[in-house]
């Protein structure tokens, strides 16, 4: 049972525009949420992160969109640079317990330049 | 952001050796580290959550005999995969909680380590 889902495996963008990820959870108890950026052979990387009290954070080119009823967030990558290739993994934790994460199955994002 | 190292970031062992893999943070003090695995081109799954001065939780599925981790101090946790068998090649990554302003109220964020790669002949 997928409780953090990312129904796209891959997603193909042209350098300098915009790129979008999204990601879908069933577990209503998620209230925080957090986007990491992996390369072949490396661990995760920290991107962003948001709590189910906002529903929009940004930072620099990265911009996460929370949708709580819809239970649905969303990676914005403006303007894309081919940098930016890689696998882009959501995750979900709920608060107060030991921030265990729950992984989507990830994206690997093109940006051709 | 902060700095978790693992070492070694690759081993080769032969079937039936124990391996040991150590995740450290290096700039902040972990309470709370993770150890992930990852198969081919498939998502990061959760093995088990250490905590500093008493026993790891294991994920349902996870032989907590064959998978042994020590978080023996607040910047070092280790995996130790014993008796090692071809299926337990894999990827293997830790991560470190970290909490924004300490305390239970801030943001947290797990930092992951580069990961160790582990093939077992």
């Known amino acids: 049972d997928q409780q953090v889902k990312q129904n796209s495996p891959s997603l193909s963008v042209q350098e300098g525009r915009i790129s979008i990820l999204n990601c879908d959870y069933t577990?209503?108890?998620?209230?925080?949420f957090l986007w990491y950026k992996k390369y072949p052979a490396e661990g995760p990387t920290f991107l962003i992160s948001?709590?189910?009290?906002?529903d929009k954070n940004e930072d620099g080119r990265f911009t996460v969109f929370l949708n709580k009823s819809a239970k649905h967030l969303s990676l914005h990558i403006v303007p894309s640079q081919p940098g930016d290739s890689a696998v882009y993994f959501c995750?979900?934790?709920?608060?107060?317990?030991?921030?265990?994460?729950?992984f989507g199955s990830g994206t690997q994002l093109t940006v051709l330049p | 952001g902060a700095v978790v190292s693992q070492h070694p970031s690759r081993v080769i062992c032969k079937s039936g050796t124990s391996v040991k893999i150590e995740c450290r943070s290096l700039?902040?003090?972990?309470?709370?580290m993770f150890w992930y695995r990852q198969f081919p081109k498939q998502s990061l799954m959760l093995m088990a959550t250490?905590?500093?001065?008493?026993?790891?939780?294991?994920e349902q599925g996870v032989e907590k005999d064959k998978f042994l981790i020590n978080h023996a101090s607040l910047t070092l946790s280790t995996l130790t995969v014993t008796s090692a068998h071809p299926e337990d090649s894999s990827f293997y990554i830790c991560?470190?909680?970290?909490?924004?302003?300490?305390?239970?109220?801030?943001?947290?964020?797990?930092?992951f380590g580069p990961g160790t790669r582990l093939l077992v002949l």
């Open positions: 948001i709590s189910s009290i906002k």
């Open positions: 250490s905590n500093e001065g008493s026993k790891a939780t294991y």
């Open positions: 700039d902040f003090q972990a309470t709370t």
């Open positions: 991560s470190a909680r970290v909490v924004a302003g300490g305390g239970s109220g801030g943001e947290e964020t797990q930092y």
């Open positions: 577990n209503s108890m998620f209230d925080y």
């Open positions: 995750a979900a934790a709920i608060t107060g317990s030991a921030r265990q994460l729950t």
